[in-house]
């Protein structure tokens, strides 16, 4: 089991960037492929992006390509979400999520430890 505590979130005006952090502490973190996911007021929880144990390969949902960048560092067990070109509609719950299953298209209930989320919200 892993512990996930996530940082980084706040208001930002639309097109502003924000980088969102999460920390890890328990098992170890190199063992997890990682992920990030969203919910917003009403709406169900969203994939965001996802990165392999050595941060070689990365996934993101297609809202996110060219503005989001996931990355890791393993040193510190901490994975990262840069989000650039913030838009209202990015506005909701951020949350990390760790997952020993292999890299690939990973179902929501395979991610067995999650953080507790951190508010993101993006004003027009």
């Known amino acids: 089991q892993v512990q996930l505590v996530e940082s980084g979130g706040g208001l930002v005006q639309a097109g502003g960037s924000l980088r969102l952090s999460c920390a890890a502490s328990?098992?170890?973190?190199?063992?997890?492929?990682m992920g990030w996911f969203r919910q917003a007021p009403g709406k169900e929880r969203e994939f965001v992006a996802a990165?392999?144990?050595?941060?070689?390969?990365?996934s993101y949902v297609d809202s996110a390509k060219g503005r989001f960048t996931i990355s890791r560092d393993n040193a510190k067990s901490t994975v990262y979400l840069q989000m650039n070109s913030l838009k209202p509609e990015d506005t909701a719950v951020y949350y990390c999520?760790?997952?020993?299953?292999?890299?690939?298209?990973?179902?929501?209930?395979?991610?067995?430890?999650w953080g507790q989320g951190t508010q993101v919200t993006v004003s027009s």
């Open positions: 990165i392999s144990w050595s941060g070689s390969r990365t």
């Open positions: 328990g098992r170890t973190f190199s063992d997890y492929v």
């Open positions: 999520a760790a997952t020993l299953a292999g890299w690939g298209t990973i179902p929501v209930d395979e991610y067995k430890d």
